[in-house]
């Protein structure tokens, strides 16, 4: 079993940047693909960024956050991120953590919802005008 759990939420001002922290212990003996997905008030979940973390890496962003967050992770510290700089008041909602595996890096994105066995409870970011 895989506790995924994630930290860093918090109140920001539009312009603002926060860093979001992902640990999951046991993450490296079994899983190659961490995610990041948000939920707003009232919305559906939408995918947000995901990492391969096997040899190579490759990285997956949603257009609403490209050019504005990356996402990165150390798979042999069991550990991911999700900087966000610029952030908009559309980027408010609760954030998710989740992992799992993947046969080849170009199935790495959050797209395939499926592929994600262990998630987190999430933390929330709020962003303010």
């Known amino acids: 079993q895989v506790q995924v759990a994630e930290s860093g939420g918090g109140s920001v001002q539009v312009g603002g940047t926060l860093r979001l922290t992902c640990t999951a212990p046991?993450?490296?003996?079994?899983?190659?693909?961490m995610a990041w997905f948000r939920r707003a008030t009232g919305a559906e979940r939408e995918g947000v960024a995901a990492v391969w973390t096997n040899t190579g890496g490759g990285t997956y962003y949603s257009d609403s956050v490209k050019g504005r967050f990356t996402v990165s992770a150390d798979k042999t510290k069991e550990v991911g991120f999700l900087e966000m700089t610029n952030l908009k008041p559309e980027d408010t909602a609760t954030y998710y953590c989740?992992?799992?595996?993947?046969?080849?890096?170009?199935?790495?994105?959050?797209?395939?919802?499926?592929?994600?066995?262990?998630w987190g409870h999430g933390t929330e970011v709020t962003v303010s005008s």
């Open positions: 046991g993450y490296s003996a079994r899983l190659n693909c």
């Open positions: 989740a992992a799992g595996w993947v046969f080849a890096g170009s199935a790495c994105h959050t797209g395939r919802v499926g592929a994600f066995n262990f």
